[in-house]
């Protein structure tokens, strides 16, 4: 029968050894925990840069959604409340009512309200709203402009393959950051 | 089945033997239910895609028959059959987009709903460990039995849901869609009204009044003034048809000429209608007969004025020469022109008293109408810039003509609202609106006793009372909810609510004990809360209007300018009930009877009724 050996204390050279391997592995740990975090690409999503937007309907028929994600909006402080709205009335209207044959949308997704004459709002019914892009289209050409496309991400499916961004002939789609979704007109850009 | 016995000492315990011939049924019942589950799901997926097939063909987008039928409108844009086949294909192309929409969706659900129990009944009816049964023994009748149950019971169960998916898919398939505003073309002047002038008919015999004035229930039976009893425009019947045809004249009891032109409404007592006419020539009073609508007499009205008066500021849109509406109190009939002459007939047409105000110093002509309290004609007389003193308000002895009372000049300039009587306690007030005062005098001396600064700019809305609140709007500045019962100036004490959406220039108000309706000239109809003041809704209806609306039972009577009447649903939600037209310009008000409402058009005065 052998007697166990007893355990020698370590070095004070093997101990501070030790400690300096600690500590390097350590802030090695720490060193890539906050390169890893610094690295990290925050969340996009997709969205529709109006300026680029070219108005070609396509954004109504590619969406994976049967009502496309992409909604027409209105920026108020550009519009100019026009009575005769070429965003809202056909090109040649035939009175300025809100009568089928003289609206544009193809959905009478707009809505017309007198404020004083002859000023008049517009306001865009999102839910029936298809994206056709009419109303930009009329907007934009006679218009100040106020109306605009962009992607409602309550009903997009932010499924990272759009397939409107592969349909756009005008490449007006672009990853943004999903804290700033939305890419607005403003007054000073029209101006 | 031999019976166990109970050997234990406690309470007697039942214990069920498990028989081997009662073998598990549900595996078997959920085979079956998994291929119906099955079926189900494959006629769903067979209803999605023809949904989907047809859904292309409806897309309003790419209609090419809507691009046509606006193509052919731009080269025969006054074609109003085109117009209509438009606005139909159009309603019917998002009609069935919504349609195939919602059944879309729907119909996806139920798949993903049939999938599910498909997926979880093949499940537990196929892959289910089976142990090892030493003692299988042959299924027994009574065992099938159990089990045709419960596979009929999983049928049923799916019949029914099926049967309940399919309702709530039918059921919320109709469209929300509005049907875009369709103006309704204006009639053709009726072919049947008579080009002459109708022989004058004789009046009925009527028990002459034996008092001076009529009484409150006498007063709420007829029409005898401006917007009816209290200028409130409510109907006291609802018995005459909502929906008629001028062209054709059905629910048209008659339709007359009128001779002299005017913007005044029609007023009725008993079984006669008043109305009055002017130019630049000469004033008339006219009497037809409510049943026949033949002319009983017409009777002209000499004005009073000086030689070498300057002749007086009129503007054809504010109502001609005859713009204020007469009163009547059963015992005579009284008329204000824009002249300034007064005039009082009794209800044969013998004359009984005139007299001139002077020229009114008004911008486009005296268009207030007049009011009765009692035996006194109340005339609301507002002239000029506000300086001066020239404006006041004037109660006259409706026997004479003379001067009852006449109130403290008003800081008011000239106005064209038309005074209402209330009852505010045991105190009759007379209610007259100006810029920017509403203020109210006592009925019997004529002094002030509140006053409320809520008005601008050239005052025309007439006030109303409904639910113990004064009513007063004008566009530019509020509609103001004024308790009556203060003394002073109220602006800051009695003022209930205001309002600042939808406020017209021209129409007053009308309310129906629970809210307040507003009818703009460009045809946004607006309602409030009268308890609150909070609005209820907002309406475009794209039409003009001068006539101000009424309330028919639980309807509210909207008339635009080109003779479109509007029947809507009053209460917080707007809900249009249907349009008739009248074939003719329309200014005036209508006035409610029994079984008839009499309106004055451009040409015509005309009663809706039955023939």
């Known amino acids: 029968m052998t007697m166990p050996e007893i355990p020698q204390n370590p070095s004070r050279r093997g101990f501070l050894g030790g400690g300096l391997r600690g500590a390097f592995l350590f802030l090695l740990g720490a060193a890539s925990t906050l390169l890893g975090r610094n690295t990290q690409k925050e969340k996009t999503v997709w969205q529709l840069d109006p300026y680029k937007c070219i108005q070609c309907t396509r954004c109504a028929t590619e969406c994976v959604l049967e009502v496309s994600a992409v909604k027409c909006v209105q920026a108020y402080p550009i519009c100019g409340y026009c009575k005769l709205c070429t965003g809202y009335f056909d090109p040649q209207p035939v009175s300025l009512n809100t009568a089928a044959e003289n609206q544009l949308c193809p959905v009478g997704a707009i809505k017309r309200k007198a404020l ?57 789609f672009k990853r943004v950051p999903a804290s700033q979704p939305y890419l607005l007109k403003d007054r000073e850009h029209q101006a | 089945m031999p019976a166990i016995p109970n050997n234990s000492p406690g309470p007697a315990a039942t214990v069920r033997p498990v028989s081997p011939s009662e073998p598990n049924l549900w595996p078997q019942s959920a085979q079956k239910a998994a291929w119906i589950a099955l079926a189900f799901c494959l006629v769903v997926l067979a209803l999605l895609v023809t949904n989907y097939v047809q859904s292309l063909r409806s897309d309003p987008l790419t209609s090419p028959e809507l691009a046509t039928l606006k193509a052919e409108l731009v080269k025969n844009p006054l074609d109003d059959n085109l117009k209509k086949s438009i606005r139909l294909r159009d309603l019917e192309m998002r009609r069935q987009l919504t349609r195939h929409q919602e059944l879309g969706e729907r119909g996806g659900w139920l798949l993903l709903g049939g999938m599910a129990f498909f997926v979880l009944a093949i499940k537990y009816g196929y892959y289910k460990k089976k142990l090892a049964r030493p003692d299988k023994r042959p299924i027994v009748a009574v065992n099938q039995a159990r089990e045709i149950r419960h596979a009929m019971a999983s049928v049923g169960i799916l019949t029914a849901l099926a049967a309940g998916g399919g309702w709530v898919v039918s059921s919320q398939s109709e469209t929300k869609i509005v049907a875009p505003i369709v103006v309704a073309k204006a009639a053709e002047k009726s072919a049947t009204a008579p080009a002459a002038q109708p022989e004058p008919a004789k009046p009925a015999a009527v028990a002459a009044p034996t008092t001076p004035y009529p009484t409150a229930d006498e007063i709420a039976k007829n029409w005898p003034r401006f917007r009816g009893p209290g200028g409130i425009a409510n109907a006291a019947y609802t018995n005459f048809p909502f929906t008629w045809n001028v062209e054709k004249g059905e629910n048209i009891a008659w339709k007359t000429p009128i001779t002299t032109p005017g913007a005044n409404s029609a007023v009725v007592w008993d079984n006669t209608v008043f109305i009055t006419g002017a130019n630049a020539k000469k004033r008339e009073v006219s009497a037809y007969e409510l049943t026949s609508g033949k002319i009983l007499w017409q009777k002209t009205v000499e004005t009073g004025a000086p030689a070498g008066t300057e002749p007086p500021n009129v503007m054809e849109d504010s109502g001609g020469f005859a713009p204020s509406t007469a009163v009547t109190d059963g015992r005579r009939v009284y008329a204000i022109f824009v002249t300034g002459d007064l005039a009082a007939f009794d209800l044969q047409g013998n004359p009984v008293w005139t007299r001139y105000l002077g020229r009114p110093d008004n911008s486009y002509g005296h268009a207030s109408s007049l009011d009765f309290y009692q035996d006194r004609l109340i005339v609301l007389f507002d002239q000029g810039d ?73 005052v025309t809305p007439s006030p109303i009372y409904s639910a113990g609140l004064v009513l007063a709007v004008m566009d530019g500045e509020n509609l103001s909810a004024i308790k009556p019962d203060g003394e002073g100036d109220v602006t800051k004490t009695q003022v209930a609510w205001k309002a600042e959406e939808g406020l017209p220039d021209i129409t007053s108000p009308v309310a129906d004990g629970e809210y307040v309706y507003l009818i703009t000239s460009s045809g946004a109809l607006t309602a409030y809360t009268l308890a609150t003041g909070k609005k209820a809704y907002s309406q475009e209806l794209e039409l003009s209007f ?66």
């Open chain 2, 546 to 611: 001068k006539s101000s609306p009424s309330i028919v039972g639980d309807r509210l009577l909207l008339i635009d300018e080109k003779g479109v009447a509007i029947w809507v649903q009053t209460g917080p939600k707007f809900k249009e009930l249907g349009r008739c037209a009248l074939g003719e310009e329309i200014l005036a008000s209508p006035a409610f009877l029994d079984g008839r409402m009499v309106l004055r058009g451009k040409s015509n005065l005309i009663c809706v009724g039955k023939n």
């Open chain 1, 116 to 172: 004083e004459d002859p000023y008049y709002e517009y306001t865009i019914d999102e839910p029936v709203c298809i994206g056709c892009a009419k109303c930009v289209k009329g907007c934009v050409l006679f218009g100040n402009g106020s109306f605009f496309l962009q992607v409602r991400h309550d009903r997009c499916l932010n499924c990272n393959d759009c397939s409107i961004a592969r349909g756009c002939p005008a490449q007006a």
């Open chain 2, 386 to 458: 506000g300086k001066g003193d020239k404006s006041k308000l004037l109660a006259l002895e409706t026997a004479t003509g003379k001067t009852a009372w006449e109130s403290k000049p008003r800081p008011v300039p000239n106005s064209w609202a038309t005074p209402i009587t209330i009852k505010v306690g045991k105190r009759d007030l007379i209610v007259a609106c100006g810029n920017p005062w509403v203020m109210a005098y006592d009925a019997i001396s004529g002094s002030e006793v509140w006053r409320a600064k809520a008005l601008y700019g050239e």
